[in-house]
C-alpha cells in the first residue's frame, strides 16, 4: 500500500471537495451543500445533504435527481482519503446504538401497522362518513365553549401556546399562560389574541414555540385539507378520516374543530407509541403530516377567520376532575 505523503485530517479533504461542513457528533458526519444541488428539481434547504465519515466516507441527499452526481462525488472523496490521509485515520462505522435499532424496529412496526389498516380505508373509505348533524348530536358536550376547552383538554397548571403563528420569542412572552389563566379570560377571546393554539403543554417560562421548549405533547392533531378538490367532499372525507382513527385505529378521540375554511381538526390523545405510530397512519389516509407536528400552531377554537367562526363542533369528556 502506498505511503500517503502528508497527514491531512479525512474531514479536511471532505471541506476541500464539498466546502464547508457543519459536523454534528464529534465530525463522524456533518451537512453539507449537495454537490449535485443544481440539478434538485425541488427547493434545495439547508440540512438535505449530509456526509458521513466513519468508515469509507459516504454522501447522502434528501433529493433523488443528483444520486449520480452524489456517486462520482463519494468515489472521488474516498479516492482522496485514500491517497492523502494515513490508515485509520477515520473512526470505524459507527452501530446503530440497542435504543436506535428499537426506535427502527419500533416505527416499522407502526408503519406496516398503519399500511394494514389504510388497506380498508382505501377499500371503501366511505364507511366512516360522519355527516355533520350526527357529529353534532353525538357531542358529548353540547353547547361547550372555549371555556370548556381549556378546562377539558389540560390540567389547570399546564403552560399553552394561544397567538398569531409569529408570535414566538421574548416580545410575545404574554402568549403563554396556564390552561387555568385561559379558562379564566374573557369567552371568546378577543381577536387580538390570535387564531392559533398549540395543542402541546410549555415549560415554564418558555418564550418560543420551539421543541426544546415543550414539556408535553399530549394531542396529535388529524386534519386533511387536500383529500378532494372539491371543498364539500374535502370537508366530508376529513371528518370520515377523524371518524376512521377513532373507531378503526382506536384512537382516543378529544375535540373537533372547525377550521373555518375547507378542513376539521381531530384532536387525539397521542397514542401508545407516540408519533413515530401516529403519524405513518396520518399520512397513509392522506392526513397533513405538518399538523401532528408537536410544536405546529394549529386553528383556536371560537376565532373568526374571514367572518366564519372557527368552531369546536365536538369535544369529549376527559374523565378529570
Ligand atoms: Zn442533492
Redesign the pocket.
Known sequence: MKEPSVDVDPRKVAEHELGPVDWQEGGTWGYCK????H??NKP?RHR??RVYMDGAPRIY???S???R??MTAADELRGSVRALCPEGSLPPRSLPTPEELERRRSKNAALAAALSITEDWAKDWSQWRWPLEDLYRSNPRQGATQTDFFREMWSPSDVVWVGEAHHSGPPYYKRWMTADDWAHMPDPLPERFGHFICPSTFQPGAMHRRKEHLLSCPFVIAEADSLSEDPVENLSRNLAAIRFLRDRAGWNLRAVIFSGSKSYHGWFDLPAGGHDHAVPLLKAIGCDPAAARPTQPVRRPGAMRDGVEQKLCWLSHSGKP
Open positions: 449537495c454537490p449535485g444541488a440539478l434538485h434545495t438535505d445533504c441527499c434528501l433529493h435527481s443528483c444520486s452526481t452524489l
